[in-house]
């Protein structure tokens, strides 16, 4: 099956095995027009779907607050399952460190060092 | 000429004259070199070759350095401008910093970002709080002088109806009017210490300065109070050693302060001492008074010694049913204390008594 993919400004994005991949691109910081267009993508590539995915910040050039905030906002537990999170890099360390101390997410989080060992956990968040 | 390895054959290195030490050095950056192995056939020629490796390596560490001094100072000066507590500076993300040092600039941005909203939300939040106090004072200022009064008419209208009975020989029944009056003015008092309260918390009192002899005001204050101290059963003493008894301040706020402090000494001092005493003290260079109160009376206990200039606050609230009063008496005593440039402060032993020093600046309080 022919993979679909979605590059926005700032993210690369796309559906594999039932899990989002978000891979941030190191382009620019996320704003919040970045936010709602990456929302976009997923919800467009996941056609309505409650999925959980797998974040890589490990390039990411930061997001500003409002962007920090509309990824976490109540709502996007409709669309998100679980999030596993790489964080095997400074910059990652510094997002896991956030989001799990200052802006929680409103649906499970973990944080990874190993993409094995992420995507092993999520396929278990499959709903 | 070549040997059959290709390689030119040269001197041989153990021939070579070269300082030991310039060998072991040329040696050192040959290793560095990509061939190190043609130092053997040629010496010289590897050697030029290693420095010229090592000096681009030493150019390409100077632009490294140089590079991360600009990016930490980046940092330093995002850092350096948060510690001054401007949180909306931030660090530039470069592509061609360190990932370290982009991980920390993300982070101070995220932390500068987090600290200006904290910030922002909380100096609003004192604004509102502020506000919203400044209301309820001037509400209370308010609604104090609207029960003020009508309360007034009742105690005028109740000496009127006293005079009437008396003057038609009804004096028996004076009694239920006398209890009206005392429930009335107990009750004027209360209202105009919430009114006192409400009008400093909302700015509205003024302190009108002047020179004031000490002595006097002191003795007029224990004439004053000499009537109730003896109702008590107590003994009112005043020791005053003053060599500058001239200060500037408000009589009436002062007054207001003692006559305070002084009935509550009365007030929880059954048949003992109480001792009104001032004295000159020096503290940096500036000349105050200081004017205590001490007494045998209940005392107050050690935990309870923080609040007790708190407003509405007493020691317990069995102490406002025993001893009666609004637990006001004392947040408007500090509070008058701060207007006219002092402080009040007590210590006190359970069931030996408690001191009350109100120490005063001679010249007035220091404009704010």
Same mark, same amino acid.
């Given at each position: 099956m022919e993979l679909r993919e979605i590059v926005t400004r700032t993210e690369r994005i796309w559906i594999a095995d039932g899990i989002v991949h978000c891979v941030v691109l190191p382009t620019a910081t996320h704003t919040l027009d970045d936010a709602h267009e990456n929302s976009r993508a997923v919800d467009e590539l996941a056609e309505g779907r409650k999925l959980p995915m797998l974040l890589d910040t490990r390039a990411s050039r930061g997001l500003d607050r409002d962007a920090r905030l509309y990824y976490v906002r109540p709502e996007a537990a409709d669309r998100v399952s679980a999030l596993a999170m790489l964080i095997d890099s400074q910059v990652g360390r510094m997002f896991g460190s956030f989001y799990t101390n200052v802006h929680r997410p409103p649906f499970p989080l973990r944080l990874f060092n190993s993409e094995g060992d992420a995507l092993v956990w999520l396929k278990e968040q499959v709903v | 000429m070549t040997d059959s390895s290709g390689h030119r054959p040269g001197p041989d290195p153990a021939a070579d004259p070269l300082d030991p030490r310039i060998a072991a050095l040329l040696r050192a950056a040959v290793a560095l070199a990509?061939?190190? +192995?043609a130092y053997a056939s040629d010496p010289r020629a590897a050697a030029e070759t290693a420095l010229a490796v090592v000096a681009a390596e030493l150019a390409a560490l100077r632009a490294y350095r140089e590079r991360t001094e600009r990016q930490m100072e980046e940092l330093f000066n995002t850092i350096t401008a948060f510690a001054a507590l401007d949180y909306d500076r931030r660090a530039l993300v470069h592509d061609d910093n360190d990932e370290l040092i982009n991980a920390m600039a993300i982070g101070l941005n995220m932390m500068g970002e987090e600290l200006s909203h904290t910030m922002k939300a909380l100096v609003r939040a004192r604004d509102e709080a502020l506000a919203a106090s400044r209301a309820k004072s001037a509400f209370l200022a308010n609604i104090s002088h609207e029960l003020r009064t009508p309360l007034n008419a009742i105690i005028g209208y109740a000496e009127i109806i006293r005079e009437d009975l008396v003057d038609a020989g009804q004096? +028996?029944?004076t009694i239920d009017v006398d209890r009206l009056q005392i429930a009335s003015r107990h009750l004027l008092n209360l209202i105009q210490d919430v009114l006192d309260l409400a009008r400093i918390e909302a700015g509205r009192v003024d302190v009108r300065l002047e020179l004031v002899d000490l002595r006097t005001l002191l003795h007029e204050l224990q004439t004053t109070l000499a009537p109730s101290v003896k109702d008590a059963g107590n003994v009112l003493h005043t020791r005053v050693e003053l060599e500058r008894p001239l200060i500037h301040t408000d009589p009436l706020r002062l007054q207001q302060i003692l006559l305070n402090i002084l009935g509550n000494a009365n007030k929880f001092t059954v048949g003992g001492d109480i001792t009104l005493s001032a004295r000159d003290h020096d503290e940096h260079g500036r000349a105050f008074v200081d004017i205590t109160v001490t007494d045998t009376g209940i005392g107050i206990p050690a935990d309870k010694l923080e609040s007790i200039?708190?407003?509405?606050?007493?020691?317990?609230d069995t102490s406002t049913r025993r001893?009666?009063?609004?637990?006001?008496g004392l947040a408007i005593s500090r509070r008058l204390c701060d207007l006219l440039g002092g402080t009040i402060v007590v210590t006190s032993e359970l069931r030996r008594g408690s001191t009350f020093r109100v120490r005063l600046p001679v010249d007035g309080p220091q404009p704010r």
């Open positions: - | 990509p061939d190190a +192995a004096e +028996a029944l200039f708190d407003a509405f606050t007493q020691v317990d001893f009666g009063g609004t637990g006001l």
